[in-house]
């Protein structure tokens, strides 16, 4: 969901002692445009949550609606149920670009782009915007296909649980480019580069009970995250 | 690494409260193999820890060694440091195999294979054990890498910290197949079926410092994760 305001665009979230990038703080990046593309671009995000001491750190589907990030599923899901008595979440996405082959072992590496969240989890109670959220969900994963489906009957409305978290306290980190060597390394005769890795969607599978007059639509014939 | 005891293939891991996968339970799995191979295919995991009473999850890389993973960084890092205070942590791999397009909003879904390890990471000290790890989270990355690059010495071995997590405690997830959807909903005009995605290495770009009478390594031309 490209729809954040454009006068946001050069934003920049505060940072606080949990959100700072500690280790290579060259890496670290706090504009919301940039920490909304790589929102934007992932399609799994990693939630944690506490429950008792014990961390829990679960794969979900998200979306996202300007400066707020949606997760849902079942009310009677552990994950829901903890984030709402958490006090402190963290949800995380990472999109990784390719592998960084240096000549050392040691100085190996990966180009990626990841996004850490903080905050407090929120029910979303208001129908307006669970019904956002869930257009928001569907549109996240392939764009237009909100249009072409059968869209949430109350039943499903009721049957689903939506949680927002603040975009507000955020942090990018972001590895791009070549190996770096030590000096002396550059002379071995060993191949270094970046080896570029990228999801990309293969040939859709129709559905066994799909009937054959129904056309591949254009979002899914020519699906591309970027 | 698929170094793992043959004889171990069939096993099973004791469930626990914590580990037992409670939303539809017959995507869960825990066969040791089947855990294994998830493993083995992705190059990130999400670390989940404790500080005080804020969860964390961190992206970075791994290397699995029989029933152990391991996770390695600089002793400076908060993510390390914190690993080892805290008594129990969360380790979780997710791999994205496609989108399930069903012809209700509600009915969407992914493909995936996820797995959740939970235990206590403690710091590998002995020398060997070590060395062990580093080689494997090289080859973890781009098998057959570790015997042609510059391999550690003692400087780069002593400035790693390297912690070890046992995989006693965890559980796969997954879901494969079609879309399922309502009955009512079969007749609908949707298109609907599966998207899938894979994780796929591009061309190769070589280090602008790279002698030109070094080749491309058969390792990187032919890169697999399966």
Not at 19 to 44: A, M
Not at 163 to 174: C, H
Not at 195 to 210: C, R, V
Request: aromatic share 8%; charged share 20%.
């Amino acid at each position: 969901m490209n729809n954040f305001e454009s006068e946001n665009k050069q934003e920049k979230l505060i940072v606080t002692q949990r959100s700072q990038i500690k280790r290579i703080p060259q890496r670290g990046n706090y504009d919301r445009e940039t920490i909304y593309h790589i929102l934007d671009e992932g399609l799994v995000c990693h939630v944690g949550f506490v429950v008792d001491t014990q961390p829990f750190v679960i794969p979900t589907a998200y979306g996202r609606v300007n400066d707020k990030l949606y997760i849902h599923g079942s009310p009677a899901s552990r994950m829901l149920r903890s984030l709402i008595r958490s006090i402190e979440v963290c949800v995380t996405v990472t999109l990784l670009d390719g592998l960084v082959l240096a000549r050392s072992a040691f100085h190996h590496s990966m180009n990626y782009r990841s996004v850490v969240i903080f905050g407090q989890a929120e029910i979303v109670s208001n129908s307006d915007e669970k019904l956002t959220a869930l257009q928001a969900f569907t549109e996240h994963v392939v764009r237009g296909r909100w249009d072409d489906v059968r869209q949430p009957n109350l039943q499903e409305l009721q049957g689903t649980m939506v949680l927002s978290l603040p975009l507000n306290e955020a942090s990018a980190k972001i590895r791009t480019g070549l190996p770096i060597d030590d000096e002396a390394d550059y002379s071995l005769p060993v191949w270094a580069g970046i080896l570029p890795l990228q999801l990309l969607a293969g040939n859709p599978i129709p559905d066994s009970q799909l009937s054959k007059d129904i056309a591949l639509p254009a979002y899914v014939k020519n699906y591309d995250r970027l």
